[in-house]
């Protein structure tokens, strides 16, 4: 079991950055890829990063390619999520995630991660 907690969201205007961090406890000693998700209201959640266990392996939504960046550190078992130029469109709930043990390489498909963190609010105003 990995339970997932994001902090760092908030209130930022556009062009700005934040980052969120997700930290993991449990069985954080595992190989599991781990992703970050948004959903905005009346929206679907969608894939914003994924990042394989060795953080040797990224993957962006094309939406946020260039603007964010995704790694990790399994030493304090913490992925982080660094957003730069941030735009109205960004706002939305972030969810961090991760797969199963031995599931080393990210995903962009929600149901291929089987922890959830209870997510973090972003609000980017114009």
């Known amino acids: 079991q990995v339970q997932l907690v994001e902090s760092g969201g908030g209130l930022v205007q556009a062009g700005g950055s934040l980052r969120l961090s997700c930290a993991a406890s449990?069985?954080?000693?595992?190989?599991?890829?781990m992703g970050w998700f948004r959903q905005a209201p009346g929206k679907e959640r969608e894939f914003v990063a994924g990042?394989?266990?060795?953080?040797?392996?990224?993957s962006y939504a094309d939406s946020v390619k260039g603007r964010f960046t995704i790694s990790r550190n399994n030493v304090k078992a913490t992925v982080y999520l660094q957003m730069n130029s941030l735009k109205p469109e960004d706002t939305a709930v972030y969810f961090c995630?991760?797969?199963?043990?031995?599931?080393?390489?990210?995903?962009?498909?929600?149901?291929?991660?089987?922890?959830w963190g209870q997510g973090t609010q972003v609000t980017v105003s114009s």
């Open positions: 995630a991760a797969r199963a043990y031995g599931y080393t390489w990210p995903s962009r498909n929600s149901y291929e991660y089987v922890y």
């Open positions: 449990g069985r954080t000693d595992d190989g599991y890829a």
């Open positions: 990042i394989s266990w060795s953080g040797g392996s990224t």
